[in-house]
């Protein structure tokens, strides 16, 4: 067998991974059937794993291990599924790109990739993308509710140019998970920082308002300014996996604050009475929206464990 050495997986395709070593992109297959202890993983190995690897006897080069992760992103694979789906690992911050229309990205999909990030101490930073396109009281509504919790919210423009500067600030140095809905525009996004690289778009549908997916499969695109970005295939859903119902409002910063006004310190948030959180979504305190995202999230768990 070859010398070991590691690298870094830029791409995955499904059953050969791009991996950088020491400046140079090398085909990889995995060998044999790697698992990780304690996941169960349509995609054992990811984007941002850094691996193990040696060149085979026929002159391959195969994945012999994963070096442990310091973190990552995980979601449920589809719906009602008990596989889950990796999207990236070893990241240092994600980027969340939302629109309130053209498409529409769901206020449960933001709060379930939040939470995510939560669990697994990822800093998350929201991009409110095509505000040309989007009412101006929507746009402050929201930044109410999310800048209230403590979130970075950056208004951008791709086309006019707005909100870039400070994206390039987020991405210098940093390995950046970028993620949101199909058609909210990270391709175009992730051109305009770095004109360099070739990265499809793909334009909306306008027969049902949804984005065509243009990335296939989640990509690591190093950056002339330093730093890397991982481009995710759109995503349509975000079942969380791997969080305790007991502890799910651990994630939920705003529910973390007034929790501790609690009569019961294993409150749920749903029904006790003297419960803190309920009164802050009562008083207004805690947007609805959130405590409806919270509930959802326990309701599907219960549906899962059937």
């Known amino acids: 067998m070859g010398k070991q050495f590691t690298g870094v997986v830029i791409r995955s395709t499904g059953s050969w991974y791009d991996v950088l070593h020491e400046g140079e992109i090398l085909a990889c297959r995995i060998r044999g059937r790697l698992r990780l202890k304690g996941v169960r993983s349509t995609n054992p190995v990811v984007v941002g794993d850094e691996v193990r690897c040696e060149m085979d006897e026929n002159g391959d080069h195969v994945i012999l291990d ?3 992760r310091r973190n990552y992103v995980i979601r449920r694979a589809s719906n009602l599924s008990r596989e889950s789906h ?11 790109m939302v629109t309130l229309r053209s498409p529409e990205t769901p206020v449960e999909f933001v709060d ?6 939560e669990a697994y101490k990822i800093p998350v930073t929201i991009l409110l993308a095509k505000i040309d396109l989007q009412p101006r009281e929507a746009i402050e ?10 979130y970075e919210v950056v208004e951008l423009s791709s086309v006019e140019g ?8 987020l991405l210098t140095d940093n390995i950046t998970l970028l993620s949101g ?4 525009g990270k391709s175009t996004l992730v051109k305009a920082i770095d004109p360099t690289l070739d990265i499809r778009t793909g334009e909306i549908s306008e027969s049902h308002h949804k984005g065509r997916h243009t990335t296939t499969f989640s990509t690591m695109y190093p950056l002339s300014g330093g730093g890397a970005v991982i481009d995710t295939p759109g995503i349509k859903g975000f079942g ?12 939920f910063p705003e529910m973390m604050r007034a929790a501790e006004g609690c009569r019961f310190y294993n409150c749920t948030h749903t029904h006790e009475p003297g419960c803190a959180v309920i009164e802050a979504v009562k008083e207004g305190r805690i947007a609805y929206a959130r405590y409806e ?5 326990l309701d599907e768990d219960e549906k899962y464990r059937k």
């Open 141 to 150: 509504e929201f930044r109410a509710v999310y800048e209230g919790i403590g």
């Open 240 to 251: 969380l996996i791997d969080i305790d119902d007991n502890e799910l409002w651990h994630y």
């Open 86 to 96: 990796i999207i990236a690992a070893n990241i240092d911050r994600a980027l969340l």
């Open 181 to 184: 809905n199909s058609g909210v």
């Open 112 to 117: 379930r990739f939040l939470v995510t990030c």
């Open 66 to 68: 994963i070096i442990p």
């Open 293 to 297: 995202s919270y509930l959802k999230i």
């Open 162 to 169: 707005i909100g870039l500067e400070r994206v390039r600030e």
